[in-house]
């Protein structure tokens, strides 16, 4: 990395970008956990016209990490689809990746920013989020902004099941 990143809303032109980008995240971070079979399933939901859609759609804000002009993360803020309803006025902090080499330089803190900036924007009172429940830098990042535990869900890759921590924060 020779220059430092930078953070811009997602168009619908990176919808193909952002979708190589997830399916990369997502593989270098845990990729080792799944068989080839359930992480290609889990995979197909990352296709550009998902991302595409969701761009589109005012429900959700979705920021680009760049160095240069190339996608290196994301950050996605958008409706609960949490195995619960939370209460109203609540957003979900959906996706928050950086590739491997970006990670630990100061985007991280940025993007979370920007993240909360954006649901008090919208006028939320609470944040969700999810994470994995053996990923303990991930969690320490989110207590550090004040996130906490409020319960434990099964998260499906493919027909390979994990548990996944639910963590909320006040706006």
Known sequence: M?????????????A????????????????MLYSAADLATFLE?????????????????????EDGHAAVGYIKL???????????GAIELRQFYLLQPW???GM????????LEE??????????????????RARRFYVKYGFEDVGRYAFMVGDHEDTDVVM???L
């Open 45 to 65: 939901q990352h296709t550009p016209d998902d991302w595409a859609r969701e761009i589109d759609d005012p429900r959700y804000a979705v920021m680009v990490v």
């Open 2 to 14: 020779t220059r430092p990143a930078t953070l811009r809303r997602a168009s619908a032109k990176d």
């Open 78 to 88: 958008g409706p609960p689809r949490l195995p619960f309803t939370p209460p109203q």
């Open 119 to 136: 649901a008090r924007a919208r006028g939320m009172d609470e944040m969700y989020l999810s994470v994995f429940i053996d990923n303990e």
């Open 103 to 105: 990670q630990g330089g």
């Open 168 to 170: 909320r924060r006040a």
């Open 16 to 31: 193909a970008a952002l979708a190589g980008v997830a399916r990369a995240t997502f593989t270098e971070t845990f990729g």
């Open 108 to 115: 991280g803190p940025k993007m979370m920013e920007w993240a």
